[in-house]
């Protein structure tokens, strides 16, 4: 089964209404899978599709698809937020270095932090919620900025 059948099978068999503007969205998702997109951006290149689906709405199919854990989403301090699908096309998840200048996110290996999550599973006895994982910081672009 293909990732976006895959979601659109998760939509049908939840309490939500499969509507052709959710699928839509489900498509832009698929098509820039590798990207890390925020609510506007994913807006921008909807309005390029179909211009009749409001900001209003993609808000709210985002929180939709965050609840049925189609998408992570990742915060930053001042309240943007950015989501990808959940399920990659590798099946493996990944982390995010997170730049808190220019809001790039890079995205690196889990194999160091999952030995983080096993190692606090057993030390602590304490359940690490699945890609919550993130380093903020600065990232090289904004570090060369600086030192110009
Ligand atoms: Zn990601
Ligand atoms: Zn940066």
Request: glycine share 4%; hydrophobic share 35%.
């Amino acid at each position: 089964m293909s990732i976006y059948d895959n979601i659109i099978s998760t939509i049908q068999q939840s309490s939500y209404k499969l509507t052709p503007q959710r699928e839509t969205i489900v498509k832009i998702l698929v098509e820039n899978e590798s990207e890390h997109l925020s609510a506007e951006e994913l807006y921008f290149i909807l309005k390029g599709i179909n211009p009749e689906i409001g900001l209003a709405t993609v808000y709210r199919t985002l929180d939709i698809f965050y609840d049925l854990k189609i998408l992570e989403k990742i915060t930053f301090g001042n309240g943007i937020s950015k989501y990808h699908l959940r399920q990659k096309l590798d099946n493996g998840t990944h982390h995010h270095l997170i730049c808190t200048k220019c809001h790039n996110i890079t995205t690196i290996s889990n194999v160091i932090f999952n030995k983080l999550i096993q190692y606090v599973n057993n030390e602590y006895n304490f359940e690490v919620q699945d890609d919550t994982i993130a380093i903020y910081g600065t990232c090289k672009n904004c570090m060369n900025e600086e030192n110009i």
